[in-house]
């Protein structure tokens, strides 16, 4: 069974331009989660998305910042006019629809963004 | 008050030790609990849920949590320098706009020394 795909892997860009990142959860998984984790910082919650609708996006920062997660295809994290202080790495992470281990997350790769 | 804070690091133990690792949370309602594990560089990794009181065994790993003190641990078993990671502790809270949101602490770093 593949696990949580995120991708890029790594992702340059330069200020003001805009970053994509997308992740497909674990087959049949319908929760996704994004969080970010800043240089020598701990993971911080963004945002929770099931299909076509976000659960709760209280860790998302106000402006620039997106997340989808679309009926058909891999939930996206976007960023507009990028800066510097957005370098991180960017976790998704999914949990099953139902269940006792509904709330159990299990994490991708990761996109590690750097803005030069 | 962090809402998740973990015992300061880097905690080093020889190998074969048992390894000791605590956590202790804020929010009272919260009903999840969980262990990851980090390599430098990679995703964390989960290592063990426990949403009851009490003891939860699953090879060398045991989580142990305490609603009432509101303090979750893991220890390490016969540790092993494949070991060495940055311990991850992770609280879900229990309702409202929170469920499904992790928490995590800060980390511990574990070495394991041969």
């Known amino acids: 069974n593949a696990g949580v795909m995120q991708n890029p892997r790594h992702l340059v860009r330069r200020r003001g331009q805009e970053a994509r990142l997308r992740c497909s959860p674990v087959k049949g998984h319908s929760h996704v989660y994004w969080y970010r984790q800043l240089p020598e910082e701990g993971l911080k919650f963004m945002v929770y998305l099931q299909k076509e609708n976000i659960i709760d996006e209280s860790g998302m920062p106000k402006e620039r910042f997106s997340a989808e997660f679309p009926k058909e295809g891999p939930s996206i994290l976007r960023i507009q006019q990028v800066v510097r202080g957005d370098s991180a790495a960017y976790f998704c992470?999914?949990?099953?629809?139902?269940?006792?281990?509904?709330?159990?997350?299990?994490f991708g790769p990761g996109t590690r963004l750097t803005v030069l | 008050q962090k809402e998740v804070e973990q015992n300061s690091g880097p905690l080093s133990v020889p190998e074969g030790a048992i390894a000791s690792l605590n956590c202790t949370y804020s929010d009272r309602v919260s009903q999840s609990f969980f262990w990851y594990r980090q390599y430098s560089g990679k995703s964390p990794e989960l290592i063990m849920s426990?949403?009851?009181?009490g003891d939860k065994e699953d090879g060398r790993f045991t989580a142990q949590l305490n609603k009432a003190s509101q303090y979750v641990s893991l220890l390490i078993r016969d540790s092993q320098p494949s070991d060495s990671a940055t311990y991850l502790c992770a609280v879900m809270s229990a309702g409202g706009t929170s469920y499904g949101k992790l928490t995590f602490g800060q980390g511990t770093i574990l070495t394991v020394h041969p």
């Open positions: 426990i949403y009851s009181n």
């Open positions: 992470a999914s949990s099953p629809p139902s269940g006792r281990e509904v709330y159990t997350q299990y």
